[in-house]
Structures are given as C-alpha cells and as structure tokens.
C-alpha cells in the first residue's frame, strides 16, 4: 500500500461506532461490490445501500425474458483475484441475466460483503458538512451516518424514464419496464 493509504487506514473509524464510517457506497452491483471489496482490504469502514433486496445493480433488476449481456461475459468477470476467476466458469459467452445474478452473489458471499451492505433500503439525502468535513447521509429507514467519502456507484441505469407519451396517464392496463420487470414474470 502507499504512504496515502497506509495512513488513511491508521485513521479509520472504528467499525462504523457511532454511526461514523470511513465510506458510503450507493449500490450493490459490480462497481459497488469492488469497491467495498478494496475497502475492506484498506482497513476502511463502509456501508453500501442498495434499494434492491440483493446484491446484482442493474442485472439484479433487468430480469425480462431473454436478458443477457451483449459483450463477452469474461469481460464482466472480476479480475482482482486469480483464485476467483480459477473458481467461476460461465457456461456461455454471453450470459444470461440469472448466471450474471449468480455469479455476483457468488462474489458478495465468497469475500464477506453482505456484512456491509444494507438492502432495501434508499438514499435520501447526503449533504456535505464543511465544519465536520463529512457527509452526513439519511436513508428512507431513518438511518443516518456520517462518512468521510461517499461513493455513487449506483450507475447510469439505475432508474428508467417514463417516456413522455400524450394520453398515457389515461391507460387503464399494466405497464411494464424492462429495469423494473415484475420478479414473478408476466403473464
């Protein structure tokens, strides 16, 4: 480790006491998973929230018929630890939404990460506290904690967009997003 990093460990919080931590990450999927990953092997506290239930980010929501990724599924394989890559094999060169759901868990419970990670549960404010120098994050649960970096790996298809269509406040039938697919499926 660097000189930097040696010495931000050395003044890390203890074990978020108090409601004080080292870091806060928003969201549970790839980038979310390393980075409290790396954390934890910083000697750093941090909690990661995720609205979701599980761990996955977007391939924990995008679950319509037929989702998969369109690039080559080792190109989402974590490439940190030789030992995970030798303990993992994708039964396709583009994976399906389930193998790639799978294969995250599989790294959440592999290094431990579930223990910081708070699901269902969203962010609803973080403000900047220049005389404390820390964040200081709410959640829809009533939480709040302070943290002295807050990381947005929550990523660019976290959320769909309602499509501006004239008249459609008055449909009647179900409407469905392929981000935010019904999880018992769609008859």
């Known amino acids: 480790m660097s000189d930097a990093v040696d010495a931000l460990a050395a003044k890390s919080d203890a074990r978020g006491a108090g409601g004080e931590l080292d870091v806060v990450v928003i969201g549970a999927g790839f980038s979310g998973l390393y980075m409290l990953h790396r954390l934890h092997q910083l000697g750093l506290t941090a909690r990661v929230f995720d609205e979701a239930d599980d761990v996955g980010g977007t391939w924990y929501w995008n679950r319509y018929p037929g989702a998969r990724c369109d690039i080559p599924t080792t190109d ?17 060169k583009y994976a399906t939404q389930p193998e790639i759901l799978a294969y995250l868990r599989h790294v959440a419970d592999r290094y431990d990460l579930r223990r910081d990670i708070q699901f269902s549960t969203r962010v609803t404010s973080a403000v900047w506290n220049d005389a404390d120098a820390r964040w200081q994050v709410r959640t829809d649960k009533g939480d709040e904690v302070s ?9 660019c298809l976290s959320l769909p967009k309602s499509p501006d269509i004239e008249g459609a406040e008055r449909f009647a039938g179900e409407v469905y997003f392929t981000s935010r697919w019904p999880h018992e499926g769609v008859d």
Not at 147 to 155: D, K, N, T
């Open 76 to 92: 989402y394989t974590f490439s940190f630890d030789p030992e995970l890559e030798g303990d993992w094999t994708w039964s396709e």
């Open 147 to 155: 943290c002295r970096f807050y990381v947005m790996a929550s990523g």
